[in-house]
């Protein structure tokens, strides 16, 4: 059973990760499934991408949750039917879920050049001067982070990352930073905690409770 780790990100923010090391039938056969899950499962075309979501199944079933318990609003958004808060996220070897009784949105990213090749796309290039080209790819995937993180929580058209959500300058040694999103004409302000989960970045934004 590999669930692989909780990290509690804030007193009441905890996310919990299962690396997937089962093939498809042994995580098909663990879960229960809704009708309508069973049906976006049979038209995901990549396996990967059937285990990443059997996977946060089992994270719920671990949890004592199920696929009964999760529901998704007009928007893509998932929801819990007891009002706790979740967000999703999957990549390669890895899902991963957080729970919170705040508004959340995780990312979970594996490192790879792409992102750094394309980071002039979603973020200010100067915030990676002066570093090594490891330390960039670092740095830029977790902006990239970052910005899907506040993107989750808000999930209104037309956010841009570039030209919308501003992370403050930081050092990848931090594991916090502060981020502002500027959008409709309003200022809204996040906090962001980010680690490292074997080669992959793990970024967590939340909205300070008022």
């Excluded at 199944?57 to 979740?86: A, V, W």
Aim: proline letters at 2%.
């Amino acid at each position: 059973m590999p669930f692989y780790k909780s990290l509690v990100i804030q007193r009441n923010i905890t996310a919990y990760f299962w690396k997937i090391d089962e093939d498809f039938d042994t995580l098909f056969r663990s879960v229960a499934l809704k009708d309508v899950s069973l049906a976006r499962l049979e038209q995901m075309k990549s396996e990967s991408h059937q285990k990443g979501f059997l996977a946060v199944r089992m994270l719920l079933q671990h949890l004592g949750y199920n696929d009964y318990d999760l529901f998704y609003d007009e928007f893509g958004k998932p929801h819990l039917n007891d009002n706790k808060c979740i967000s999703i996220s999957h990549s390669h070897q890895f899902s991963c879920i957080a729970i919170s009784d705040q508004n959340i949105g995780i990312d979970l990213e594996i490192l790879k050049e792409k992102t750094l090749k394309i980071a002039s796309r979603y973020m200010d290039v100067k915030h990676l001067e002066n570093l090594s080209t490891d330390q960039q790819l670092i740095k830029a995937t977790i902006v990239w982070g970052i910005k899907e993180c506040v993107f989750k929580i808000k999930n209104q058209i037309g956010i841009s990352f570039l030209d919308h959500i501003f992370e403050a300058p930081f050092a990848i040694e931090d594991t916090k930073v502060n981020v502002d999103l500027h959008f409709n004409n309003q200022i809204e302000l996040f906090t962001v905690d980010f680690d490292f989960i074997e080669n992959y970045i793990f970024v967590c934004a939340s909205q300070p409770t008022e």
